[in-house]
């Protein structure tokens, strides 16, 4: 018997031709109804992921307002009994779930290590004290101070929230005027700066045990970056890497990051940068990674990142998954032209035109395209999945994809 599980969920989930979303990490999908007692707090955004017969569903306005959320809670325990777990999927309810934990006495990860993995200052220090290479940094003070850590670093720099997903709130400042200007527009108190490490970025994804040893693990490469993606609206991807030297030493500095973090019992996203001289972290998420990396790596290795996550979670027996490491498969999204909302007036369906596209999702003329949270997490331009070549051919339909989709919308009033 798992026992009694506290869910928080604040994704919407859909399956239907015009849009996929969250399918992996659907309760039907996680949990086994004749053994996990799930209790679900969810917002409105997070309705549509409570299954239909669920007997203990409740409701928050706004899982920002964690006073409120716990008073919630508190109210749930005094009336339906402790829970045995609380988990949550989302990024933004990381902290939150580690505070119910302490809250409650729940067995789990604590909000001192949580924010190993939400705060970038923390993980930076920890993972250097282990003696592996992360960027320079240093925390955002005065504007005088910024500018003499840039120039010790040299331009450009990276200014970038402490906490934070998904590359929102990244800059690259290439000049003294720049971070003057900045410094001008905003507070500097959540802020850090780091040296520009050049590269190439790599993310290892995976699962580790309550000891935390690796069940999965497996390497991608980025196709363009995160921050182009977010400030240029350069189309994003990346292919999963089949070289075995690229993949061992890749996922061996992983494991040594995260164990100098103590992550255990969880899934986890590391991004570092591959110099061609060093590997260097860039930075962690203790969750299942975002945009389409979790569909890919199921579709490929047959592992839902997910359910796996959930099984440690709650004690289950496992056995770790032996995936072809031969493999390889890939993803790619186009954001929408801003500034939005924008009618969709053509968009170019690929399937069929490009080998080892399997799948799409593409806007149909007539389509609004509408501001939503979440950089990777929505229907953006265009999405792109690829499966069933060698790495370099997939690498090579993800290129074609980019080169040969086309999408033309104009503003809407």
């Given at each position: 018997m798992s026992g009694a599980i506290l869910f928080l969920t604040r994704w919407p989930?859909?399956?239907?031709?015009?849009?996929?979303?969250?399918?992996?990490?659907?309760?039907?999908?996680?949990?086994?109804?004749?053994?996990?007692?799930?209790?679900?707090?969810?917002?409105?955004?997070?309705?549509?992921?409570?299954?239909?017969?669920?007997?203990?569903?409740?409701?928050?306005?706004?899982?920002?307002d964690v006073d409120g959320v716990l008073e919630l809670v508190d109210t749930i325990v005094r009336d339906e009994g402790p829970f045995d777990h609380v988990i949550g999927f989302s990024e933004l309810l990381l902290d939150l779930a580690a505070t119910l934990r302490e809250r409650y006495g729940i067995p789990g990860t604590s909000p001192e290590e949580i924010s190993r993995f939400c705060d970038k200052t923390v993980m930076k220090e920890r993972v250097s004290r282990a003696g592996l290479r992360v960027p320079r940094w240093a925390s955002c003070r005065t504007e005088d101070h910024m500018l003499a850590v840039?120039?010790?670093?040299?331009?450009?720099?990276?200014?970038?929230?402490?906490?934070?997903?998904?590359?929102?709130?990244?800059?690259?400042?290439?000049?003294?005027?720049?971070?003057?200007?900045?410094?001008?527009?905003?507070?500097?108190?959540?802020?850090?700066?780091?040296?520009?490490?050049?590269?190439?970025?790599?993310?290892?994804?995976?699962?580790?045990?309550?000891?935390?040893?690796?069940?999965?693990?497996?390497?991608?490469?980025?196709?363009?970056?995160?921050l182009d993606f977010e400030v240029l609206g350069t189309p994003l991807g990346s292919v999963l890497q089949t070289d075995p030297v690229v993949r061992g030493r890749?996922?061996?500095?992983?494991?040594?990051?995260?164990?100098?973090?103590?992550?255990?019992?969880?899934?986890?996203?590391?991004?570092?940068?591959?110099?061609?001289?060093?590997?260097?972290?860039?930075?962690?998420?203790?969750?299942?990674?975002?945009?389409?990396?979790?569909?890919?790596?199921?579709?490929?290795?047959?592992?839902?990142?997910?359910?796996?996550?959930?099984?440690?979670?709650?004690?289950?027996?496992?056995?770790?998954?032996?995936?072809?490491p031969e493999q390889s498969g890939g993803w790619l999204i186009v954001k929408g032209p801003g500034p939005l909302p924008q009618q969709v007036t053509s968009a170019t369906s690929l399937l069929g035109r490009i080998p080892y596209l399997y799948r799409e999702l593409v806007p149909r003329p007539g389509e609004v395209l509408v501001s939503q949270p979440g950089a990777y997490a929505t229907l953006q331009g265009g999405r792109f999945l690829f499966r069933g070549g060698a790495q370099e051919q997939i690498e090579d339909a993800v290129r074609q994809a980019r080169e040969q989709y086309r999408l033309t919308t104009e503003p809407v009033p």
């Open positions: 989930l859909y399956e239907d031709e015009r849009r996929w979303e969250n399918r992996l990490a659907a309760p039907e999908s996680v949990f086994a109804p004749e053994t996990d007692r799930v209790t679900y707090v969810c917002d409105e955004g997070g309705r549509s992921g409570v299954p239909a017969t669920a007997e203990r569903v409740h409701f928050v306005t706004d899982f920002g840039a120039e010790e670093f040299g331009y450009p720099v990276i200014v970038k929230p402490v906490r934070g997903a998904s590359s929102q709130g990244v800059r690259q400042i290439a000049s003294a005027e720049e971070l003057r200007a900045l410094c001008a527009e905003r507070s500097l108190h959540d802020l850090e700066i780091e040296e520009f490490v050049r590269g190439e970025i790599l993310h290892v994804d995976g699962v580790l045990d309550a000891a935390g040893k690796p069940l999965f693990l497996c390497t991608s490469r980025y196709v363009s970056t995160c890749c996922e061996d500095f992983a494991v040594r990051c995260l164990t100098a973090l103590g992550l255990r019992s969880s899934a986890f996203h590391l991004e570092l940068f591959d110099t061609g001289d060093e590997l260097v972290f860039l930075e962690v998420g203790a969750r299942v990674p975002g945009a389409d990396v979790s569909y890919v790596i199921n579709d490929v290795h047959g592992v839902n990142l997910f359910r796996l996550w959930v099984d440690v979670l709650l004690g289950r027996p496992v056995d770790p998954p032996a995936p072809d």
